[in-house]
């Protein structure tokens, strides 16, 4: 079991402690999420959906306009952005402290949610690679940062699982080059996320989970996305909706090898799963 270390994120001018695991609640704008059970169209569905999300004990309300699913069609930024005004309107007029991440690689939109709705977080799944301007609006919107492993692009990703190193080699110098731009930058609050799923196998994506643990070394929090994901489908052999006891599973290996943030569609489960092993730890001062 991993001891933790303080880490801290400074969200929306308070310090939090980030050593300890927190869950964040996926809500879809999109038509086309390999969830079905996670997609959220209307007024209504969208109240219920964050109101869940918040009652079951996330931290984090993870918004997204862009499916990102393998080969996933690309939508313009015209889009992308009415579907995210049109449920960001809807979920801060109901919940207006409310903690909200932005899933989006697009830097026009990330200014645009922080700017118009007070967003805390922009999780982006191309780490700038997507749009070479989000590192600069990043530093100027002073607001945490996730970036995430990816080769090529949601609609090409999976063309892109061959390594010229191995595949933690390869990964570690991709973040220790991102986190040292946005260093210079002064971004100073950032999140690694792996990308399980994203430009891996299941063979890789098990290695990853497999070594977590090693991406310590940044002295980062590190979000784990893994809910529902083919890596456990294929290995089960179940579909989407009977994915949720080996997301359960990998969850607790993940958080025990050190994520500090769980993404996931299903909160309750999660925040049981967090609440457990934070009372496993609790055994260290003995």
């Avoid at 402690?17 to 169209?41: E, Y």
């Avoid at 600069?136 to 990703?157: E, F, R, S």
Wanted: glycine content about 8%; charged content about 25%; aromatic content about 10%.
């Amino acid at each position: 079991m991993i001891k933790s270390r303080k880490m801290y994120i400074n969200v929306k001018g308070t310090l939090i402690d980030f050593s300890l695991p927190r869950v964040m609640g996926i809500l879809n704008l999109t038509p086309d999420s390999f969830f079905a059970g996670s997609r959220k169209q209307t007024e209504a569905e969208i109240i219920a959906r964050a109101g869940q999300i918040r009652e079951e004990g996330a931290y984090i309300i993870d918004v997204g306009g862009y499916s990102s699913r393998p080969s996933a069609r690309h939508i313009p930024e015209e889009e992308e952005m009415e579907r995210l005004d049109f449920g960001l309107k809807i979920l801060f007029r109901e919940y207006p402290d409310a903690i909200v991440s932005v899933d989006t690689f697009r830097s026009g939109i990330a200014r645009k949610c922080v700017e118009k709705y007070g967003v805390a977080f922009i999780n982006d799944i191309s780490a700038g690679e997507m749009d070479k301007k989000m590192f600069d609006t990043v530093a100027d919107l002073k607001v945490p940062y996730i970036i995430m492993h990816m080769n090529g692009t949601p609609q090409t990703m999976m063309q892109h699982i061959t390594y010229e190193e191995p595949l933690m080699k390869e990964i570690f110098l991709y973040f220790s080059g991102k986190i040292n731009a946005l260093r210079q930058k002064g971004v100073n609050d950032i999140i690694i996320d792996p990308g399980f799923g994203f430009s891996k196998n299941t063979p890789q994506n098990y290695y990853l989970m497999h070594f977590l643990k090693e991406f310590r070394i940044f002295e980062l929090p590190i979000l784990v996305g893994i809910s529902r994901k083919t890596m456990i489908r294929e290995v089960l052999g179940c579909p989407v909706e009977e994915a949720l006891n080996g997301t359960t599973v990998l969850n607790t290996i993940a958080i025990s090898k050190g994520a500090s943030v769980l993404r996931v569609h299903d909160v309750k489960e999660a925040v049981e799963c967090v609440g457990l092993y934070n009372k496993v730890k609790e055994t260290d001062a003995y």
